[in-house]
């Protein structure tokens, strides 16, 4: 099962762009990328995933390399209400549930004001 | 549509009792997973629960047990509480109609053993 790797934290400033990096060396090739976050004492929250291709939703963008060993979530104008950690991971289609997926530590992003 | 709701949302108890956590999921959601969080370890796969049968089984021990009923409602228990086991348990559902497995978390119990 592949594990991800992502930076403890970084900052960025209010109304930049956030690229919060992940790598995943070993991904097999039937296991999709997904980012979750978590703010404080909540639950996390799905924001994107995605197989090879590059994938936009309302929340962000993701960016995922040809070899698919990395990708990158791209918040395009991070406010202070996306302060959370934030997960990668990687899973294999139809598993049913992330039970042998670690989420791990995350990246904490602090919005700077 | 209603989110995840996890019930209670604090609790406390002592070394030795036993504790029963409950998870309700997103209207028509059949798969329903269960997570403890804690500060050194992350957040860490319990089980997960489909159509009433435990499917997948994390690397806890046997007082970690749990149940899902025919409509979809789950409840997770541990029997004899160890300091240890003080943490955030996340319940999450998914509606497994396709590939993607997206979950959907609810806010979690915070667990206080003292």
């Known amino acids: 099962d592949a594990k991800t790797t992502q930076p403890p934290s970084m900052d960025c400033a209010e109304g930049r762009a956030a690229n919060l990096p992940c790598n995943h060396s070993?991904?097999?090739?039937?296991?999709?990328v997904y980012w979750y976050r978590q703010i404080h004492s909540q639950g996390p929250q799905y924001i994107i995933h995605?197989?090879?291709n590059n994938e936009t939703n309302e929340m962000a963008s993701l960016i995922i390399t040809e070899d698919r060993k990395s990708s990158t979530l791209i918040l395009p104008h991070a406010t202070l209400r996306d302060t959370a950690v934030y997960y990668c991971?990687?899973?294999?289609?139809?598993?049913?549930?992330?039970?042998?997926?670690?989420f791990g530590t995350g990246t904490k992003l602090q919005v700077i004001p | 549509k209603a989110g995840v709701t996890q019930t209670p949302r604090y609790l406390i108890k002592t070394r030795g009792q036993q504790v029963t956590l409950s998870c309700s999921p997103i209207?028509?959601?059949?798969?329903v997973s269960w997570y403890q969080q804690t500060p050194g370890q992350g957040l860490q796969f319990l089980f997960e629960?489909?159509?009433?049968?435990?499917?997948n089984k994390g690397n806890f021990p046997g007082r970690f047990s749990g149940r899902q009923f025919s409509n979809s409602r789950s409840e997770m228990n541990v029997s004899t509480l160890e300091l240890g086991d003080s943490a955030l348990y996340l319940c999450a559902s998914s509606l497994v109609v396709t590939s993607t497995d997206t979950q959907y978390f609810g806010p979690g119990t915070r667990l206080t053993v003292l």
């Open positions: 991971i990687v899973n294999p289609l139809g598993s049913g549930g992330y039970q042998k997926v670690t």
């Open positions: 209207s028509g959601h059949r798969s």
């Open positions: 629960y489909f159509s009433e049968t435990q499917r």
């Open positions: 995605g197989l090879k």
């Open positions: 070993t991904i097999s090739g039937n296991e999709y």
